[in-house]
């Protein structure tokens, strides 16, 4: 497939929602020990939960280690694709390719720079070769061709879009000193413009409280549909999450999407704190150089990590008497969609959830 040197915006491609039709989805299957307790297995089996539930209403495609492949096939669901593909880690959302597609059935994708979350300034493990040429293969598999961004990194998790010129980000994270702070804000907003086809970037502070990502914002906020968002929410101003969700909301309040449209802002709670225990702490390899799991840390537990697909959303849950909140919050906004809830503390014990261990493939339209 051909690595293309011109701009998508200028040959007629945008990234569109999450919510619009997709063709399918891409995983990466867990399995190291420094960043998954016991070697990955507790993960496995929730890895394993999403994909089968996400199979249910869409292609679904597990990309999986050589050492890991009988294993992850013998677990999965015959209906989930398994293919071999060398990883550093689990992060589809974040190392997978962004697709983008035209309006005369065509679909391409950015291969943005991966480097774990802020390389050598404050990146979560070290190398990260095999997970940044994830992008790159599963153009292959998909036959697209693909925009390489040598010389600009970024993670799926730091964005959300609306399809209709509007995109979603953080300060905290797209500044970052670890990814691109050779570029002003100014720059960086051309970068996405021009790559994703947007006009207007909101950009909200700050994610989640102790977001290891750098505050992403699929964290904190995403997209329903155009002129629509949730925001995690708490009404606990003593937890240091409320400023921030209070100031991401005070934002979003003030501002209009790429349309000029003013943003319905619903709240979503998030659970009360998540903390890791002794035993989930013992279960990690201390390694150098990745982020050691620390008992009493507290985790960034969202609900607003879920994730949307052809006729469901898949959401993380916690056995927290807010997970029936965000089930009738989601039922309401998305009356048409399955709404199905997964225990995932494993996978937020690993520093994501559902919506960053997921990448859609959109589906081709012709207008
Ligand atoms: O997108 C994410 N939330 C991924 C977090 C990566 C954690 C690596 N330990």
């Given at each position: 497939?051909?690595k293309?040197?011109?701009?998508p915006?200028a ?5 569109p929602?999450e919510f619009?039709?997709?063709?399918g989805t891409y995983?990466?299957w867990p399995e190291r ?6 070697g990955?297995k507790p993960?496995?089996q929730?890895?394993t939960?999403v994909?089968?539930?996400?199979g249910?209403?869409e292609?679904?495609?597990?990309c999986?280690s050589?050492?890991q492949?009988?294993?992850?096939r013998n677990?999965?669901a015959?209906?989930?694709k398994?293919?071999?593909m060398?990883n ?8 997978g390719?962004?697709f983008?597609?035209d309006?005369?059935g ?14 050598l300034?404050d990146?979560?493990y070290f190398p990260?070769?095999?997970d940044?040429?994830v ?7 998909e036959q ?10 970024l ?8 399809g209709?010129g509007t995109l979603l980000?953080t ?8 990814r ?5 804000k100014?720059?960086?907003?051309k970068?996405?413009?021009d790559?994703?086809?947007v006009?207007?970037v909101l ?5 989640i409280?102790?977001?290891e990502?750098?505050?992403h914002?699929?964290?904190i906020?995403?997209?329903v549909?155009p002129?629509?968002v ?5 009404d606990?101003e003593n937890?240091?999450?409320?400023a921030?969700?209070k ?31 002794k035993?989930?702490s ?15 840390d507290?985790?960034a537990?969202s609900?607003v990590n879920?994730y949307?697909g052809n ?19 989601l ?6 969609r399955?709404?199905?809830?997964i ?5 937020l014990l690993?520093g994501?959830?559902?919506h960053?261990?997921?990448?859609q493939?959109?589906?081709?339209q012709v207008k």
């Open positions: 497939m051909k293309l040197n011109t701009i915006s040959d007629g491609f945008r990234m929602g619009e039709r997709h063709s995983m990466i020990p420094d960043n998954w307790r016991l990955g993960a496995q929730v890895f939960k994909a089968n539930a996400i249910r209403f292609p679904i495609t597990m999986v050589r050492g492949y009988d294993n992850a677990m999965l015959d209906y989930v398994v293919v071999e060398s550093d880690d689990s992060w589809m959302r974040d190392c390719a962004t983008v597609i309006d005369k065509n679909k391409r994708a950015i291969d943005w720079t991966f480097n774990a979350w802020g390389g300034v990146g979560l990260w070769d095999q940044d040429k992008a790159m293969k599963m153009c292959e598999l697209v061709d693909r925009y390489r961004l040598d010389d600009f990194i993670e799926g998790g730091s964005i959300h879009v609306d209709e980000t300060e905290e994270c797209l500044l970052s000193e670890g691109n702070s050779h570029l002003t100014e720059e960086i907003e970068v996405l413009c790559m994703l086809n006009s207007k950009w909200i502070k700050n994610g409280y102790n977001d990502t750098n505050g914002v699929d964290n906020c995403q997209f549909k002129g629509v949730v925001l995690a929410w708490t606990d937890d240091p999450q409320y921030i969700s100031a991401a909301y005070d934002y979003l309040s003030n501002e209009t999407d790429a349309k000029g449209r003013k943003l319905e802002i619903h709240k979503m709670y998030t659970p009360s704190p998540i903390l890791i225990t035993g989930e013992s279960g990690v390899d201390a390694v150098d150089g990745t982020l050691p799991r620390k008992e009493g507290r985790l537990a609900y879920y949307t006729g469901f959303v898949a959401l993380p849950i916690f056995n927290d008497p807010n997970d029936e909140k965000a089930i009738a919050l039922k309401e906004l998305y009356p048409d399955e709404i199905v809830p225990y995932a503390r494993e996978i690993g994501g959830n559902i960053c261990i997921t990448q493939v959109p589906d081709v």
